[in-house]
């Protein structure tokens, strides 16, 4: 008997052993490392307001952790069994020698959209039906912000400036100003062209400070990152092998998520309850248009493919300048076992 498939009859072993054993197994606690509280994390707050981790009889703590470096050292340490984090971070990871594993989809769009001030917009010969390409030829002399002059956020203007043929250092500027209430303070007094942020402040960017989307990234209006594995379930392969059936438990709790955010019947309420519970702060009808910003970005199914991991291996090399990770490493960085098992767990939808 090949080892692949003992490894497959013992996990179809442990899912049955979840189905028909729900009282035993009941209660499993597990802790689950998020960077914030904010959008980018909908799903998990879907499944805890909806009671799906209760109905896999999990206990789910999220631990709001306070940026992605921190969620990756409680993962690396034992101290989060699973976490929603970077694919890019999780493969150049295993390739330098963790067991990290990505086990699901969580986001298939980048989250960072580029808005822009209108004079700018204008001024460029912009307009809302303009091409991909359009735009591009009008970076050249921009201002623009990012969170950190060696982020993410930085890295994409790079990218769009080779995509421009434009050198980010010559042609354009690049202003670090953080996050939030900074960049939007910065924008509203038009110290810069435009900035680069996620959802809700690049929706308040556009709704109260009169800017234009320039690149919809969450929209998936730029095609290298259109469909792109962003944001990733992920787990220590180690604990995972030991622990099948919560994985799987906790994999289709995510999975409810997911299909209860593109269900049109219960949309609405979904959106209503994780604004209640966890983002209170947020007006209402701010809200609305984050939530709309963002539903699209997280995929239907949270399965995942070697072609999705090697879409993120190809773009990470392009967009670092850095060596892809090897075929060996990029193999073992992923499985779509558990994620499978537990869509079989609830059937076609």
Known sequence: MNYRFRAGLALVMACALSIFSGAASAGDKVRVGLSSDGLLFVPAFVADVMGYYEEEGLEVEHLILGGATKVYAALVSGEAEFSISSSVSILRGRAGGTDMTMIGGAMNQHASNIVASREWFEKNGLKPEST????????????????????????LVRFLAGEAGLDPERDMT???????????????RRRVDAITHSSPVAVRAVKEFDGVMLFHMSGGQVPAYNGFLYLTYTGRESWIKEHPDVTVRYLRAMQKAHRAIHDPAIADTVRQKVHDKYHAKIDAALYVDAWADYASAFPKSIEISGDMVERVNALAAKVENADPVLPEHVNASWTNEYAAAAAKGLGAN
């Open 132 to 155: 991909y390409e359009e735009r591009l030829r009008a970076l050249k002399g921009i201002t623009i912000s990012v969170a950190s002059a060696a982020g993410g956020s930085a890295q």
């Open 174 to 188: 690049l202003t670090v100003l953080g996050v939030g209430d900074t960049t939007l303070a910065a924008f509203a």
